[in-house]
């Protein structure tokens, strides 16, 4: 694998709110990295600008490795999108090593780092660079959550084996360095049949009689979940806490999931009602055969749970769509033919030049999200709040602050959004891995 301190995922970053975070990363692997915190609300310098390459160490010309932006084989990626690709000035690059900086002023959150690299995302989280980085304050340790060995943080990813066990990744260059794309039918997105929790298939977690924090994240390249827990005695629900950008106001009851790549949803889970030798199973019922089990809870402790989750969490703000100054129509789309084709934002392939809109620091506007078919949309920044989906009411899981908005094919969702704080270039993108590599991506810059 290609890991984060020989780790999958990664080591877990927990930083207390409003005090800064510097996360030093060595680039020992064959290829550039760059790292994007999930989430964050972070300076463009340390936010992982897709072409803000950190090269491996010791790499002499960084300007001649192949697949660079500007360097000298960039042939490939410009056939594909049919387009040439101009020298990126702007990118904040880096050989063998440099510091990331979070100033973690957010609220309390789970969010999670992982490789943003141009055309390569997809095969470089695939192999394993991915990790939590979580934010915590007093005010949430005050709630009483469940905590310590109660607060599980857990990445769901399915991969795909090869019979020596090595991790397959369809990718159309597995060097991850000249090209783009995918092989044949996955150029819709890498799907494994293997389901992994933290890393592990399918596993068994022990827990006592008590209420558990499942901080649930999809870290897979291209699978949606929807996930339910099967209690064989009372009723296996979760009660929703947070969100992708932090705690909900209220908690709420939901008695299925649907978690899509990026995405979080921080969850109580119930044991109280329990016996020592139940087992409770949680499934994804958009799965078949293999990628219908996600994990399993064995219950083998009885233990005194008294603890009440509190009626109210947080105050997290409410947005004021009215105040909005712009409205923008983001079109999601693939195109098969012309030039450029391939998967699309307003019909432009991503260019690190040319930004699609230039939004001005403290104004809010709406964002107008549309799918062709089904893709989760992630702005990079600031969280946004989902107004409506198409036409009606948000769904009952989009409440509080989402980074992260899973539509369908043929959807049409809007979201107030008000950047703050940092001035520079960032990227709004499909979080379909694939999707995103084979250009699904758009620049915007924001300015004071
Ligand atoms: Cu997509």
């Known amino acids: 694998m290609w890991t984060y301190h020989g780790s999958f995922p990664g080591p877990t970053v927990l930083s207390a709110?409003?005090?800064?975070?510097?996360?030093?990363?060595?680039?020992?692997?064959?290829?550039?990295?760059?790292?994007?915190?999930?989430?964050?609300?972070?300076p463009?310098?340390?936010?992982?600008?897709?072409?803000?390459?950190?090269?491996?160490?010791?790499?002499?010309?960084?300007?001649?490795?192949p697949g660079m932006p500007g360097g000298s084989n960039t042939g490939t990626m410009s056939d594909m999108r049919g387009m040439g690709m101009e020298r990126d000035t702007l990118a904040h690059t880096a050989i063998g090593e440099r510091d990331y900086v979070y100033p973690?002023?957010?609220?309390?959150?789970?969010?999670?780092?992982?490789?943003?690299?141009?055309?390569?995302?997809?095969?470089?989280?695939?192999?394993?660079?991915?990790?939590?980085?979580l934010v915590t304050d007093e005010a949430e340790r005050r709630l009483g959550l469940p905590a310590g060995d109660r607060d599980l943080p857990l990445m769901l990813a399915d991969r795909a084996f090869d019979a020596a066990g090595a991790l397959k990744y369809p990718a159309a260059d597995p060097s991850a360095l000249h090209t783009a794309?995918?092989?044949?039918?996955?150029?819709?997105?890498?799907?494994?049949?293997?389901?992994?929790?933290?890393?592990?298939?399918?596993?068994?977690?022990?827990?006592?009689?008590?209420?558990?924090?499942?901080?649930?994240l999809n870290g897979s390249n291209a699978r949606v979940y929807r996930l339910r827990a099967d209690m064989p005695r009372g009723d296996g629900h979760f009660v929703q806490i947070g969100s992708d950008g932090g705690l909900l106001d209220r908690p709420q009851r939901v008695d299925?999931?649907?978690?899509?790549p990026g995405e979080r949803?921080?969850?109580?889970?119930?044991?109280?009602?329990?016996?020592?030798?139940?087992?409770?199973?949680?499934?994804n019922e958009l799965g078949t055969g293999t990628t219908s089990r996600i994990m399993?809870?064995?219950?083998?402790?009885?233990?005194?749970?008294?603890?009440?989750?509190?009626?109210?969490?947080t105050d997290s703000g409410t947005p004021v769509p009215a105040a909005a100054v712009t409205t923008r129509t983001f079109r999601f789309a693939r195109r098969d033919a012309g030039t450029p084709h391939g998967w699309m934002i307003n019909g432009h392939a991503y260019s690190p030049t040319e930004p699609i809109a230039r939004p001005r620091l403290g104004d809010t506007e709406i964002w107008r999200l549309v799918t062709d078919l089904d893709h989760p949309i992630h702005l990079h920044l600031n969280q946004f709040r989902v107004l409506s989906r198409n036409g009606g009411p948000p769904h009952r899981t989009d409440a509080g602050w989402k980074?992260?908005?899973?539509?369908?094919?043929?959807?049409?969702?809007?979201?107030?959004?008000?950047?703050?704080?940092?001035p520079g270039r960032y990227v709004l993108h499909c979080h379909n891995l694939e999707h995103e590599d084979m250009s699904m991506m758009a620049t915007f810059t924001t300015h004071t």
Not at 256 to 260: D, K, N, V
Not at 301 to 312: K, M, T
């Open 296 to 313: 399993r809870f064995a219950v083998t402790d009885r233990v005194a749970d008294p603890a009440v989750l509190p009626e109210v969490l």
């Open 403 to 422: 980074d992260t908005l899973y539509l369908g094919a043929a959807q049409t969702a809007e979201i107030a959004v008000r950047f703050t704080d940092f």
């Open 17 to 42: 709110r409003d005090r800064r975070t510097v996360v030093t990363h060595r680039n020992e692997l064959p290829v550039p990295v760059v790292v994007h915190l999930h989430g964050g609300h972070v």
């Open 44 to 65: 463009e310098d340390s936010d992982g600008y897709p072409t803000d390459l950190l090269y491996p160490v010791g790499t002499s010309d960084p300007a001649g490795m």
């Open 104 to 133: 973690a002023g957010q609220p309390v959150a789970m969010l999670w780092y992982h490789d943003h690299r141009m055309d390569f995302t997809g095969a470089a989280v695939w192999r394993g660079l991915a990790g939590f980085h």
């Open 181 to 216: 794309g995918m092989t044949g039918k996955f150029t819709r997105g890498a799907l494994g049949d293997v389901i992994l929790v933290n890393g592990v298939p399918w596993p068994e977690h022990r827990v006592s009689t008590a209420k558990y924090r499942l901080r649930l």
């Open 256 to 260: 299925e999931l649907t978690i899509a």
């Open 265 to 283: 949803y921080d969850v109580i889970i119930d044991f109280t009602g329990c016996a020592v030798g139940d087992r409770v199973t949680v499934y």
